[in-house]
């Protein structure tokens, strides 16, 4: 039976006689979440609705940072190419329905409840020992297959643990980075998860600068018979600060969806492309082009990955996402390790050359031992030398999801960075921090940047709903 809490008192509910309602569902997710120790249950999920993960042409992305920028960029050049793109993308931020994205349009809460209510129903029957990602994993493949998506990219959240979406059966396999957790054997582990997936059809990409890591991965591959291809080095032209910033995962998103064209439309023709431009030129065209083909050029001048990465920019919520239309201009970004924060300061200083900040703070929320201490204070030294404003530490409320850890300890960091002769100020929760800033800055220069985690950005959105900013 599945175990809902309502306002009196926790019960058995049982589906047959009463279906949940939407938020009842979310209710249910939040308190199931668990870690993946196995793929037994998405297996058998997936049994019982007739293998539809078999049905799907897969992706899977995985790495330490920059999974949703390259699956937002891979689906972008798909999507031009006339080809259906289904993304699974985690965590969510604010609702369960941004994982579950089709042609870049999230789920209907209508659609979401029945898949839920089909996938816990089959739970309840089988007695199915499910988590919260098992389900949403299986929701997604039920989405993706009724909806006859020609594509379907999976980002892999388990870099050193277990994730279900690795039972799939990949096709292609893309990895932006591995930067070590806090050993070797993590390390090793992290590479043995990438290996589940791979079989002799898939095609293994990889953005990854670390020759020891491409090394390692490469005799991996090859030892389980996946085709390993040449890594991804050079940036994709995005516009300033873009290139620098996610150019690779640029790169590796366009070496994907060229992977996916030449597997499942040159090869095998497939599927009918709507617009040939961007990742292949139609036949008869090759090589020095007819007057004839210049006119009609001319006449109907077609998009080019040249002016495809010229207007491209990250616009995936939360994830490095610069709004300027507030005063002062905030900056947001989950970043929740120390690769990602890294790269969000080095954002911020290329954002810098161009806009002239006039005053800059930084409120950072994290989970309990997220970062290593010394890590995260090479990087509040670096971040203050070219801030001229507050760094702000402020504990974060404990949300549900995958990373479900209690705050870090705010007055022992602060501690910690005194004795680093960094200055820092501690504040009892997001919202008296962000006031508290947000009171003393009133140019259209100044900006507050806010990250640490998703329940960072979560407490943001919270704020900015009750105070109508």
């Given at each position: 039976m599945v175990q809902i809490n309502t306002k009196s008192e926790k019960k058995q509910h049982s589906l047959m006689q009463s279906p949940l309602t939407y938020n009842e569902i979310i209710h249910y997710l939040d308190t199931h979440w668990a870690a993946t120790t196995s793929l037994t249950a998405i297996s058998q999920l997936d049994e019982s609705f007739g293998f539809p993960s078999k049905k799907l042409h897969v992706a899977l992305v995985s790495g330490t940072s920059g999974k949703s920028t390259t699956i937002h960029y891979a689906c972008k050049l798909l999507q031009t190419e006339g080809i259906k793109v289904g993304a699974f993308i985690t965590p969510h931020i604010h609702l369960y329905n941004e994982r579950f994205v089709i042609d870049n349009e999230q789920i209907s809460h209508k659609n979401f409840t029945t898949l839920a209510l089909k996938v816990l129903q089959t739970v309840e029957d089988k007695n199915i020992l499910a988590s919260t990602k098992d389900i949403l994993t299986m929701m997604a493949f039920l989405y993706f297959a009724e909806n006859n998506v020609n594509f379907a990219i999976f980002e892999n959240a388990g870099t050193y643990t277990l994730d279900p979406v690795m039972y799939c059966d990949a096709q292609i396999c893309a990895v932006t980075r591995i930067i070590p957790n806090t050993s070797h054997d993590d390390t090793l582990a992290a590479f043995e998860n990438l290996m589940l997936p791979i079989t002799s059809k898939t095609h293994?990409?990889?953005?990854?600068?670390?020759?020891?890591?491409?090394?390692?991965?490469?005799?991996?591959?090859?030892?389980?018979?996946?085709?390993?291809?040449?890594?991804?080095?050079?940036?994709?032209?995005?516009?300033?600060?873009?290139?620098?910033?996610?150019?690779?995962?640029?790169?590796?998103?366009?070496?994907?969806?060229?992977?996916?064209?030449?597997?499942?439309?040159?090869?095998?023709?497939?599927?009918?492309?709507?617009?040939?431009?961007?990742?292949?030129?139609?036949?008869?065209?090759?090589?020095?082009?007819?007057?004839?083909?210049?006119?009609?050029?001319?006449?109907?001048?077609?998009?080019?990955?040249?002016?495809?990465?010229?207007?491209?920019?990250?616009?995936?919520?939360?994830?490095?996402?610069?709004?300027?239309?507030?005063?002062?201009?905030?900056l947001l970004d989950n970043a929740d390790n120390i690769d990602a924060l890294t790269n969000l300061f080095l954002g911020y200083r290329l954002l810098a050359y161009k806009n002239q900040f006039k005053n800059v703070s930084l409120i950072i929320g994290c989970h309990q031992d997220q970062f290593n201490d010394d890590d995260l204070i090479k990087e509040l030294r670096n971040f203050g030398k070219k801030a001229s404003g507050t760094i702000a530490l402020c504990p974060i409320k404990n949300i549900m999801g995958e990373k479900n850890k209690p705050s870090w300890d705010v007055a022992k960091m602060v501690n910690v960075a005194k004795n680093a002769k960094i200055k820092v100020k501690a504040y009892k929760n997001f919202t008296e921090a962000f006031t508290a800033l947000h009171g003393t800055y009133n140019d259209s220069k100044d900006l507050i940047i806010i990250t640490g985690s998703s329940a960072m950005i979560q407490e943001y959105l919270h704020y900015q709903n009750s105070a109508n900013l």
């Open positions: 293994f990409l990889c953005a990854d600068q670390n020759k020891q890591n491409l090394q390692i991965m490469q005799k991996m591959v090859q030892a389980k018979g996946g085709q390993w291809q040449m890594p991804t080095r050079k940036l994709a032209p995005l516009p300033y600060p873009f290139e620098q910033l996610h150019g690779r995962c640029g790169a590796l998103a366009q070496k994907l969806a060229h992977t996916y064209h030449d597997i499942f439309i040159t090869k095998n023709n497939t599927i009918e492309v709507l617009n040939g431009t961007l990742l292949s030129k139609p036949k008869g065209v090759r090589g020095r082009p007819t007057l004839e083909a210049k006119k009609i050029s001319q006449d109907n001048p077609s998009q080019s990955l040249e002016s495809f990465w010229n207007q491209a920019s990250n616009n995936v919520p939360y994830r490095f996402e610069f709004i300027t239309n507030t005063t002062p201009m905030i």
